[in-house]
Structure formats: C-alpha cells, structure tokens
Nanobody
Framework: VQLVESGGGLVQAGGSLRLSCAVYGFTTDKYVMSWYRQAPGKERELVAFIIGVSGKTGYTDLKNRFHISRDNATMTSLQLNRLEPEDTAFYYC?????????????WGQGTQVTVSS
C-alpha cells in the first residue's frame, strides 16, 4: 500500500492549487480517503474525507474553499481555492479501509503548500 501526493507549491493569497493523491496496491472504492494538513508548530488536522463505497464527503470548516473528489479508482484530489496565508502547511493524504472511520491506517509523505501574502 502506497500513497503519493503531488501538486503542492508556492501560490499567492487568493490563488488555487489542486492536490492529487495517487494510490498503489489498492483501489479506493472500499476505503475512506482523507486529506489532513499540518502547519508548523501545530497538530495535524483533518481537512476533508470521502467514503469510497458511497461517495459521501465530510469537511471541517474549510468546506467553502476546499473540495475533495475521487477522480478514479486510484486517484483522489483536493481542490484548494481562495487560499490564505493561514493555509500554509504540509498536506497529507490518508486511507482507511472500510467506511466507518476517516482516521487513516496509511499515510502519504505529504506535499508542501505555501501561500504568500
């Protein structure tokens, strides 16, 4: 099982990025895929999740700016819009088998998002 994130980078405030999570060794239809982020000096926090078997999604209070999607059986994305400097963090993709929990069993290595003011 392997998760590989991509799409991070440096962007100005108000801009957008699309993060992708490619998975290897499994397909996401029986997993809950999630995105977390961790800013310097802070704990890792949930951003959004999507349940593979149903397509249902869940968000924290970032719902109005961020959108999670299951692009295909091996790719999950996170669209980041109207980015703010406070969104600067490492963004991690996670996977949990089943449909009852979004706390990952498996993690990617993360991708850095930096938002300049």
């Amino acid at each position: 099982v392997q998760l590989v994130e991509s799409g991070g980078g440096l962007v100005q405030a108000g801009g957008s990025l699309r993060l992708s999570c490619a998975v290897y060794g499994f397909t996401t239809d029986k997993y809950v895929m999630s995105w977390y982020r961790q800013a310097p000096g802070k704990e890792r926090e949930l951003v959004a999740f999507i349940i593979g078997v149903s397509g249902k999604t869940g968000y924290t209070d970032l719902k109005n700016r961020f959108h999670i999607s299951r692009d295909n059986a091996t790719m999950t994305s996170l669209q980041l819009n109207r980015l703010e400097p406070e969104d600067t963090a490492f963004y991690y993709c996670g996977a949990r088998y089943g449909s009852s929990s979004y706390v990952p069993d498996h993690w990617g290595q993360g991708t850095q998002v930096t938002v300049s003011s």
